[in-house]
């Protein structure tokens, strides 16, 4: 009975070990691969102060249209949204995507510093690569919505959508591993809840009820959190963790964009 509660302890620490270890290829396994953007889209580098290259994709906006900023969930690469890039052009929105260090192409190892350092820099020169906007929108689905809400923090954006918001890395964590003391774990925490009563502006989040990934509650909390007098909530019945670029879900985020 000692040997085995020793075997026990052993391999349960040795599984926790390797969480610790190898938290950045769980939490950001991005595809590198780089791939070229369709004619209407213009690759632009982007080189941070640490001497890493980001890659990020850009569509100017058609008249008075206004312009998204960008940021993807952790699975994939920017060409994985190319479908939804087409749409947004077609109606003649501006485009900046940001491909993530070790994604799309872009150098470095991604982590919550550099991620947010990053953003930011791509706010910083967006009248360089894009040209002047009517309107600037955050897009964030999944991780995406947590960097988008952190810069949101600092720079508020004309409106913001997010899809399938988490509240915290360590309630993700703690939730999906429960077994394991994730919270002393892990590096990166990316907390927006506690960013979201600094968010004043319209807003628009969407989210599956039956989302395995991130919990329909942690939506909600969000949702809830936010101080934007103009806020609205897209639940879908049913669906899981993707899908919310459906028709229902595009005519409702088309219908927020052109009401703003």
């Known amino acids: 009975m000692k040997k085995l509660l020793i075997l026990a302890v052993t391999l349960y620490c040795a599984a926790f070990g390797a969480i610790v270890l190898f938290q950045n290829k769980l939490i950001y396994p991005f595809d590198p691969t780089r791939e070229q953007p369709e004619l209407r889209i213009t690759e632009f580098k982007l080189i941070t102060t640490d001497d890493e290259t980001l890659i990020v994709w850009v569509a100017r906006p058609q008249g008075d249209q206004p312009t998204i900023l960008y940021f993807h969930g952790n699975a994939g690469n920017l060409a994985n949204r190319a479908q939804r890039f087409d749409r947004m052009i077609d109606r003649g929105y501006g485009l900046v995507a940001l491909g993530y260090r070790g994604s799309s192409g872009s150098t470095g190892e991604p982590n919550q510093s550099r991620l947010r350092a990053d953003s930011a820099l791509v706010h910083k020169v967006l009248d360089q690569i894009v040209g002047k906007t009517n309107k600037l929108i955050y897009y964030g689905e999944s991780l995406g919505t947590t960097v988008a ?43 927006s809840l506690s960013q979201m009563p600094k968010i004043t502006a319209p807003l628009l989040v969407l989210h599956g009820t039956a989302d395995a990934v991130v919990p329909y509650e942690h939506g909600q909390e969000i949702f809830a959190a936010a101080a934007s007098k103009q806020k609205s909530f897209h639940s879908v019945d049913g669906l899981g963790h993707s899908g919310h670029w459906s028709v229902s879900g595009q005519k409702t985020i088309y219908k927020f964009i052109d009401g703003l």
């Open 149 to 191: 809400i952190h810069l949101a923090a600092y720079h508020q954006p004309d409106a913001m959508i997010l899809e399938a918001p988490f509240t915290s890395l360590k309630t993700l964590a703690g939730a999906a591993m429960p077994y394991f003391p994730t919270s002393l774990g892990l590096n990166d925490t990316w907390d």
